[in-house]
T-cell receptor, first 115, second 107 residues
Framework: DTAVSQTPKYLVTQMGNDKSIKCEQNLGHDTMYWYKQDSKKFLKIMFSYNNKELIINETVPNRFSPKSPDKAHLNLHINSLELGDSAVYFC??????????????FGPGTRLTVL | KNEVEQSPQNLTAQEGEFITINCSYSVGISALHWLQQHPGGGIVSLFMLSSGKKKHGRLIATINIQEKHSSLHITASHPRDSAVYICAVGGAQKLVFGQGTRLTINP
């Protein structure tokens, strides 16, 4: 069984559209994250949720809105997509709210291409 | 200058060689992570350490907190070890990534 899953794996869309990426973890973890990997392969934290509560919100445009309906799911909604949003987005989870002092489990990534 | 610097950025070696990848950081940390990103893009956590040394199979990770430096070693390297290895340091609700080291092991 997949531990952290994301859908879709690939997403191609036009500028200005609104899109969502879904993430689910079946590990029973309390904390989930969204990361962005740009074209230079740098990973950056975007958001962190612990038990459905937003804990970390890095400097991310407010066009990006995470939603956590329960602690097993953390979805990412993006409004008014821009060319610069093209990247690979990774979801991850970890056991507790020690955040970055805990092993993280990554999803397979969603490659977003904005045309 | 990035808060986390890895060296080398690219490394090509022959199968069987001993590999060392270095990570230096300038921020306070609670833990340091080594991640492996496969050619297909998937990311796997290899190690998380806050002191000393950890070993898993042919992989060994060490950290020197005083010197703010960590190394990842691969013994008896194999072509399947070819990947990007990423160092990340975590603490104070922040996780900062290095730029990655692209390792290629030739048969």
């Amino acid at each position: 069984d997949t531990a952290v899953s994301q859908t879709p794996k690939y997403l191609v869309t036009q500028m200005g559209n609104d899109k969502s990426i879904k993430c689910e973890q079946n590990l029973g973890h309390d904390t989930m994250y969204w990361y962005k990997q740009d074209s230079k392969k740098f990973l950056k934290i975007m958001f962190s949720y612990n038990n459905k509560e937003l804990i970390i919100n890095e400097t991310v445009p407010n066009r990006f809105s995470p939603k956590s309906p329960d602690k097993a799911h953390l979805n990412l909604h993006i409004n008014s997509l821009e060319l610069g949003d093209s990247a690979v987005y990774f979801c991850a989870s970890s056991q507790d709210q020690n955040f970055f002092g805990d092993t993280q489990y990554f999803g397979p990534g969603t490659r977003l291409t904005v045309l | 200058k990035n808060e986390v610097e890895q060296s080398p950025q690219n490394l090509t070696a022959q199968e069987g060689e001993f590999i060392t990848i270095n990570c230096s950081y300038s921020v306070g940390i609670s833990a340091l992570h080594w991640l492996q990103q496969h050619p297909g893009g998937g990311i796997v956590s290899l190690f998380m350490l806050s002191s000393g040394k950890k070993k898993h199979g042919r992989l060994i990770a060490t950290i020197n907190i005083q010197e703010k430096h960590s190394s990842l070693h691969i013994t008896a390297s194999h072509p399947r070890d070819s990947a990007v290895y990423i160092c990340a340091v975590g603490g104070a609700q922040k996780l900062v990534f290095g730029q990655g080291t692209r390792l290629t092991i030739n048969p």
